[in-house]
Each structure stands twice: as C-alpha cells, then as structure tokens.
C-alpha cells in the first residue's frame, strides 16, 4: 500500500518568515495531493490540493509543489502568520484512498 | 450547507465494554470514510463506504470493529470488546464521489477514552 513521510514534524518559525513542509510517497498510481490544517481539538480541514498532472498550484500565501519523478510534494506558506499555527497534513490518494503522513507541528512566533 | 454531523463527541469506556459512533454525512455526499487519529498521527483509513457498499475495509480490525451504513446515509462504527489501544478520535468524512479528486469534507470526530 501507500506509505507517506512528512518531515519536519515540528516547525518553529518568526511571524512573517515561510515555512516549507515536505513529504514523499511510494506509491506511482498516487494522483491527488491535499493539504491538510488541524488546529487543537478540530476537524482537519483542506487548504489546497495538487493533481498529478500540475507541477505547482499556489493560492494567496500558500502554494504546493509536486515531483511526481521524485515521488515528493511540499506545501510552501509565505508572510506566516500567528494564526497558522496548527498541525499541517499531507495526503496522497491512490485508487482514491487517502493516506495521509504524520502531520507537522507549525509554530508562528508574534 | 451543513457539514458533517458526529454523536457523542466524547465518550469514555472500560476495556471490553462496547461503543458505537454516529455518523451523518453532507446532504449528496455518497461516499463516507470512517477515520483512527491515534494522538500525534495522521488520520487513518478504517473503512470507506460508496452509498452502502463497502469499497476498502482492509485496515479495519474486523475482529472488534464493525461498520455499516444503512441506505447509504448515515453510518455507524462499533467497537466490540474495546482495547486501552483503541483510544483515539474516530473521525467521519464525506465526499460527493468516490475517487481521488473529490475533497473529504471531515466531521468533528469522537473522541474515544479506554480505560
């Protein structure tokens, strides 16, 4: 089956630097990417997503990058904010099952 | 439009007890996943419903847990007898179709304590 690795698992970083969010997967039928944000005690919700056939998607502050060479994918947030402190996501879809990665801890400093 | 609806939202048991989870999906919405987030971990997989057929149970302890989905709107998910490892959020999820490219809209989730 899919495996999915998302590092760093955690991410400290000043208000208005970016952060980046890598993951790789393993399984070459994967075609859909999303991203997505859990802050405590939520439900997880989707920020952006990527189909295998688009290299970047990018909307506002956020974009997604893909390699499907490669087999990996990052999630690029610019101008951080304190609120996008959270646990970020990654997923990959195979034959339309989600498997998602560890999560990564973002922290934004005022 | 009305998201995705979960009853109890917290529930704490004994070891060997029994527990269900409900699950109300998006009005239209005709695939449902039911999810394991064991604390410091990504959303796992347990079973996928399209309508009220099962299309992936294949991380489903089927010894314990059981799901169903009576004409194909809400679900149900049961533990039957739990285990202290089984503590985790079971979160639901909805998407208009079965398919890689249908976003999951995801419920609050039940969070489950094994005592």
């Known amino acids: 089956g899919e495996n999915v690795e998302q590092h760093p698992s955690t991410l400290s970083v000043q208000e208005g630097d970016s952060a980046v969010i890598k993951c790789t997967y393993s399984?070459?039928?994967?075609?859909?990417f999303p991203w997505y944000k859990q802050e405590l005690g939520k439900r997880p919700q989707l920020i952006i997503d990527?189909?295998?056939?688009?290299g970047e998607k990018k909307d506002q502050r956020i974009a997604v990058t893909l390699n499907k060479t490669a087999k990996h994918f990052s999630l690029h947030i610019t101008e951080t904010q304190p609120e996008d402190s959270a646990v970020y996501f990654c997923?990959?879809?195979?034959?339309?099952?989600?498997?998602f990665g560890q999560g990564t801890i973002l922290t934004v400093h005022p | 439009e009305a998201g995705v609806a979960q009853s109890p939202r917290y529930k704490i048991i004994e070891k060997r007890q029994s527990v269900a989870f409900w699950c109300n999906p998006i009005?239209?919405?005709?695939?449902l996943y039911w999810y394991q987030q064991i604390l410091g971990q990504g959303p796992k997989l347990l079973i996928q419903?399209?309508?009220?057929?099962?299309?992936?149970d294949s991380q489903l302890p089927k010894d314990r847990f059981s799901a169903e989905r009576l004409k194909g709107v809400d679900s149900t998910l049961k533990i039957q007898p739990a285990k202290l490892e089984d503590s985790a959020v079971y979160l639901c999820?909805?998407?208009?179709?079965?398919?890689?490219?249908?976003?999951?809209?995801f419920g609050p989730g039940t969070r489950l304590t094994v005592l």
């Open positions: 999820a909805s998407s208009l179709a079965t398919g890689g490219h249908n976003e999951q809209f």
């Open positions: 399984d070459s039928a994967s075609n859909y």
């Open positions: 990527i189909r295998s056939n688009v």
């Open positions: 997923a990959a879809a195979s034959y339309g099952k989600l498997t």
């Open positions: 009005s239209g919405h005709a695939t």
């Open positions: 419903f399209q309508n009220n057929g099962v299309v992936d």
